[in-house]
């Protein structure tokens, strides 16, 4: 009966798409140190102090995806890990990247979170429930980022007194 259980909670498919989310939060990760390094070499270094926190908050998530697996006694099956397109040297465009990016990845989230409570696999829908809240999160983080920088002001001046204010944020 327990082992029962234990299967119906390891669903193949659960499983596999499982291994999918910890390699979009590699790619996530991975994405924002990209674009963290990028701009810092372009001089906003409060901007990339926030990017590098994000960086960290993904890697944790893939960390904690890994750990939820083992416990699953899941043998987790590794992918490449290819980066989004982060070579312009343009703040905005490389914010709007990584917000593409979280787009896509709250919509896979959404995924996992609609298949497992269709199954009634209440382990993997209560585990992945944050993750939403976190992916939320992120979105607004980025998008409040964007729409600032877009203002219609002086664009030296604002971009200056913005990139203090995260640099003092993110310390
Ligand atoms: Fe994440
Ligand atoms: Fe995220």
């Known amino acids: 009966m327990a082992k029962k259980v234990f299967n119906d909670i390891k669903n193949k498919s659960l499983l596999n798409l499982i291994d999918e989310q910890i390699n979009a939060e590699f790619v996530a990760s991975y994405s924002y140190l990209s674009a963290s390094c990028q701009i810092s070499s372009l001089g906003w270094n409060g901007i990339a102090k926030f990017l590098h926190q994000q960086y960290n908050e993904e890697k944790k998530h893939a960390d904690e995806i ?3 697996a083992q416990l699953l006694s899941h043998n987790v099956l590794f992918k490449n890990i290819s980066v989004i397109e982060m070579t312009k040297k343009n703040v905005l465009y490389l914010l709007n990247q990584l ?11 959404n995924n996992i979170l609609t298949i497992s409570l269709n199954e009634n696999n209440f382990a993997v829908f209560n585990f992945f429930q944050s993750f939403a809240n ?3 999160l992120d979105i607004n983080k980025l998008s409040t980022l964007i729409q600032k920088l877009s203002l219609d002001k002086n664009e030296a001046e604002l971009w200056y007194v913005i990139d203090q204010e995260y640099d003092k944020m993110y310390n």
Do not use: A, R, V, Y
């Open 66 to 68: 890994i750990s939820f």
């Open 134 to 136: 976190d992916q939320l």
């Open 99 to 109: 917000l593409k990016m979280e787009i896509e990845n709250t919509k896979k989230i």
